[in-house]
C-alpha cells in the first residue's frame, strides 16, 4: 500500500515502529496492522507498559544497572560472590550473563570507547569503577573484563586493564587482583546479547587471566 494513502494515524505508528532498532519498514508495517487486529485493550496495554517503562526504573547506584530499587536486587543478594566483579557494557549484557550462571557483582559501563563517535572514558562509568576497586573492605579478588568481543570492546578492555595496572602501583591491595578476559567461546564482532546461554556459560567458565 502507498504510505501516501495511509490513514495518518497508522503511517505515525509505522513511523515510530521503524525508529527502532532491528525494525524496518516493512516489519513496522506489519506490526501496525497487527496492533488494528487485536482489542483496543491490548493496544492499551502496551501503551500503559511503555509510560512505566521509565517512570518505574531507577540506575542502581552501586553496579550502574537498571532496576526498581536502588541498590538492586543483584547489588543486596549477599548470597553472591563479593569478591568477583564482572565489568559488562550495558544492561542488556547483565540479563544475558545472569541466564548464564554468573554469581559474582557487576559493573555496567554504559558502553564502549569509540572515539569515531565520540565516546571516550570520561563518557563511561570508568571512574566510578575504580572507586570500586579502591575500597579496601571486603576487596576484590577477581575482575572479569566482559565487553564484546568487538574491536571497541576490546580496545575498552585493554584501556581497563592498563589503567589497573597503574593504580595498582600506588595501591598495595590492587596489585593481587587478578584480571581475566572472557573465553574465545564468543565469536569476534558478536553482542553478548544475543548469544546462546550455552555459549555464555563456556566463555565465562574459559575465561583467562588478562
Request: hydrophobic share 35%; charged share 25%; glycine share 8%.
Amino acid at each position: 500500500m502507498n504510505s501516501r494513502k495511509l490513514p495518518k494515524s497508522i503511517q505515525g505508528v509505522i513511523d515510530q515502529f521503524s525508529k527502532l532498532p532491528g525494525i524496518g519498514p516493512k516489519s513496522a508495517s506489519r506490526l501496525a496492522f497487527y496492533l488494528l487486529t487485536r482489542p483496543e485493550q491490548f493496544a492499551v496495554d502496551i501503551g500503559q507498559a511503555l509510560l512505566d517503562l521509565r517512570k518505574n526504573l531507577v540506575t542502581c547506584g552501586q553496579c550502574f544497572n537498571v532496576a526498581e530499587e536502588n541498590p538492586c536486587l543483584i547489588c543486596s543478594d549477599g548470597q553472591r560472590r563479593q569478591e568477583s566483579l564482572l565489568v559488562a557494557e550495558e544492561p542488556l549484557d547483565v540479563l544475558a550473563l545472569e541466564r548464564a550462571g554468573w554469581d559474582g557483582r557487576y559493573h555496567v559501563l554504559g558502553g564502549v570507547i569509540s572515539p569515531i563517535n565520540g565516546i571516550g572514558p570520561e563518557q563511561l562509568r570508568v571512574r566510578e569503577l575504580f572507586d570500586r576497586l579502591k575500597v579496601t573492605q571486603s576487596p576484590i579478588h577477581e575482575l572479569v573484563l566482559g565487553t564484546d568481543p568487538s574491536l571497541e570492546g576490546e580496545a575498552t578492555a585493554l584501556y581497563l586493564q592498563q589503567q589497573i595496572e597503574r593504580l595498582g602501583h600506588d595501591l598495595p591491595h590492587l596489585k593481587d587482583l587478578k584480571i581475566t578476559r572472557l573465553a574465545r567461546g564468543l565469536p569476534v564482532g558478536s553482542d553478548l546479547e544475543y548469544a546462546d546461554e550455552l555459549t555464555l556459560a563456556r566463555a565465562l567458565e574459559g575465561r583467562k587471566e588478562y
